[in-house]
C-alpha cells in the first residue's frame, strides 16, 4: 500500500502537541512511531535534519519531516509563532502589507527587510522585484545576490546595467542607512516613452549576502525638488 505522506513540525518524540486555531489548547496523546532508515531528499540532494530525525506514526502510515530542514533545503524561512502557534513558511518572494493611517509597510519575513510607503500604490511583484505604482512616481525595490563580487562591484555593475537602459547617472555618494554595513545613493535621469524623467537609487545592504537597491523615477511637475522621491528612500529600513 503506497504511503501518504504529509510534512509537519515534530514537537516531540513520543507525543505530538498540535495546535488547533490560534486560541485552541494544545492536544497531547501518546502515539508509536518508527525511527532510523529515513532520508529526505530534495531535488535528490539528502538534506541533513540532525537530530531532527524523520519518523513514521505507525497507526497513521504516514511520515512526519521538520518544517524547517525541508522549507530551508526548499529556499525558504521558518518562523514560530508562539501566540497563535503557527509555524510561519516564507519564500524570497513573499511580502505582507499593513496600512495604518496615509502609510503602507511592505514587510518581507524572509529578508528581515520593511519598506514604508504612502497608501494607494498599485503593487506588482516577482520573484525578485517589488514595483509599486503611484500617480507620479514608480517606485521598485530589487534584491540581488552580490556575495561572490562584493557590494561596491555589484552597485557599480547595476549602475552600469541601469545606464544601458536609457539613464544618466549625474552623481554618487556613500550615505548612511540604519542597519545597513554599506550603502550609496545615485541620482540623474531615465528616459520613459520619449520623456527624460528625473531618477533617485539607493543601494543597501544589511548582511554580506544581499543587496537591495530601492529606485524612484519622479515627476518634476509634482515633485520639483525630488523631496518626495528621497523620502521614499528613507523609508527603506532594514529589520520587521
Same mark, same amino acid.
Given at each position: ?53 524523520? $519518523? ?51 514587510? $518581507? ?15 506588482? *511583484? ?76 539607493? $543601494? ?22 525630488? *523631496? ?13
Amino acid at each position: 500500500m503506497r504511503k501518504r505522506w504529509m510534512v509537519a513540525l515534530a514537537t516531540g518524540v513520543l507525543v505530538l502537541g498540535m495546535a488547533v486555531g490560534a486560541t485552541a489548547a494544545g492536544v497531547r496523546r501518546n502515539i508509536e512511531v518508527e525511527y532510523g532508515g529515513i532520508n529526505l531528499k530534495v531535488d535528490g540532494k539528502a538534506v541533513d535534519t540532525g537530530s531532527s530525525q524523520p $519518523f513514521v506514526v505507525v497507526e497513521e502510515g504516514r511520515t512526519y519531516v521538520p518544517a524547517r530542514y525541508l522549507a530551508e533545503a526548499l529556499n525558504a524561512k521558518v518562523d514560530w509563532d508562539a501566540a497563535t502557534k503557527s509555524v510561519l513558511v516564507s519564500t524570497p518572494r513573499y511580502y505582507k502589507t499593513e496600512t495604518q493611517g496615509d502609510m503602507t509597510t511592505y514587510t $518581507f519575513p524572509y529578508y528581515g527587510v520593511s519598506v514604508k510607503w504612502p497608501a494607494g500604490g498599485k503593487t506588482q *511583484a516577482s520573484d525578485e522585484l517589488l514595483e509599486v505604482q503611484y500617480a507620479n512616481n514608480l517606485t521598485s525595490v530589487t534584491v540581488m545576490n552580490y556575495q561572490a563580487a562584493g557590494f561596491d562591484t555589484m552597485v557599480d555593475a547595476g549602475l552600469a546595467a541601469i545606464k544601458q537602459s536609457g539613464a544618466t547617472i549625474t552623481a554618487e555618494e556613500p550615505v548612511t542607512v540604519p542597519g545597513a554595513v554599506a550603502a550609496r545613493d545615485a541620482t540623474g535621469t531615465m528616459k520613459l516613452a520619449g520623456n527624460e524623467l528625473p531618477m533617485r537609487i539607493r $543601494f543597501a545592504a544589511a548582511d554580506a549576502k544581499h543587496l537591495w537597491m530601492v529606485m524612484v523615477i519622479y515627476n518634476k511637475q509634482t515633485d520639483p525638488d525630488g *523631496a518626495k522621491a528621497k523620502s521614499f528612500l528613507s523609508g527603506f529600513t532594514f529589520g520587521n
